[in-house]
Nanobody
Framework: QVQLVESGGGLVQPGGSLRLSCAAS????????MGWYRQAPGKQRELVAT??????????TYADSVKGRFTISRDNVKNMAYLQMNSLKPEDTAVYYC????????????WGQGTQVTVSS
């Protein structure tokens, strides 16, 4: 398992953009799954974007609520994952977390502290 540290959150107006970063303590080259989750006050943590290894490429999936607005990516050289968030809405306000599974059946890595994203005018 790797340790993951999120950053890049902040206060942004509706319609604005943010890029979240996730720094891993070790190599992510062979990590099967990386995902971004979020948890809004009073709600359960939800998965919003995933990047899954498949042969020589990575497959991305998105929750319907963010599809077309968020983009997940990873940089295996820098051992970083990113979540580009565009056209932000107030309902995107939450603490955002990244996580990973080394193999399909591996447990998730320990949760980090997350990064707060607040969308408000």
């Amino acid at each position: 398992q790797v340790q993951l540290v999120e950053s890049g959150g902040g206060l942004v107006q509706p319609g604005g953009s943010l890029r979240l970063s996730c720094a891993a303590s070790g190599s992510i080259f062979s990590i099967y799954f990386m995902g971004w989750y979020r948890q809004a006050p009073g709600k359960q943590r939800e998965l919003v974007a995933t990047s899954t290894s498949g042969g020589n490429t990575y497959y991305a999936t998105y929750a319907d609520s963010v599809k077309g607005r968020f983009t997940i990516s990873r940089d295996n050289v820098k051992n970083m994952a990113y979540l580009q968030m565009n056209s932000l809405k107030p309902e995107d306000t939450a603490v955002y977390y990244c996580n990973s599974r080394r193999l399909p059946a591996s447990p998730l890595s320990p949760w980090g502290q997350g990064t707060q994203v607040t969308v408000s005018s």
